[in-house]
């Protein structure tokens, strides 16, 4: 059995790459929560014209909507967003999943009410050309 003593240059080296690995749980940290924090953006058709709003998603809340057909209710409950009640006859928008991710959706589409989930500050493009 061949036994080995740990030198100076081994020492060195494992320091640097735990820095290295500290340095980058830091850095992916810091750029996580730079990113902005996550709003609601909620679209409404209703009488020929169409309105958005912009909600915090960290702050609980209830929101009347004015749609197409009347009010839809959007709750915002523990960092969720969903349809609570909707004017539209199947009622399909309150069955649809909680939206909490970035970049998720949800539609009351008789009612002409659209919601979903956006970072703060993040650049949404729907094309580009050159």
Same mark, same amino acid.
């Given at each position: 059995?061949?036994?080995?003593?740990?030198?100076?240059?081994?020492?060195?080296? $494992? /320091?640097?790459? $735990?820095?290295?690995?500290?340095?980058?749980?830091?850095? $992916? *940290? *810091?750029?996580?929560?730079? %990113?902005?924090?996550?709003?609601?953006?909620?679209?409404?058709?209703?009488?020929?014209?169409?309105?958005?709003?912009?909600? #915090?998603?960290?702050?609980?809340? $209830?929101?009347?909507?004015?749609?197409?057909?009347?009010?839809?209710?959007?709750?915002?409950?523990?960092?969720? /967003?969903?349809? /609570?009640?909707?004017?539209? #006859? %199947?009622?399909?928008?309150?069955?649809?999943?909680?939206?909490?991710?970035?970049?998720?959706?949800?539609?009351?589409?008789? %009612?002409?009410?659209?919601?979903?989930?956006?970072?703060?500050?993040? *650049?949404?493009?729907?094309?580009? /050309?050159?």
């Amino acid at each position: 059995m061949i036994s080995r003593k740990l030198k100076v240059f081994d020492f060195v080296s $494992l /320091a640097i790459c $735990l820095s290295f690995v500290a340095f980058s749980f830091v850095f $992916l *940290k *810091k750029n996580k929560t730079a %990113n902005g924090r996550d709003l609601l953006v909620i679209s409404a058709e209703s009488g020929g014209k169409k309105d958005s709003y912009i909600y #915090p998603l960290n702050e609980d809340g $209830l929101y009347k909507i004015q749609g197409i057909l009347g009010i839809s209710l959007i709750q915002v409950e523990g960092g969720k /967003a969903f349809f /609570a009640d909707s004017p539209c #006859p %199947n009622k399909i928008c309150t069955a649809s999943a909680r939206i909490s991710q970035d970049g998720q959706w949800a539609a009351c589409l008789p %009612n002409g009410v659209f919601i979903k989930i956006e970072k703060e500050g993040k *650049k949404n493009f729907d094309g580009i /050309a050159e």
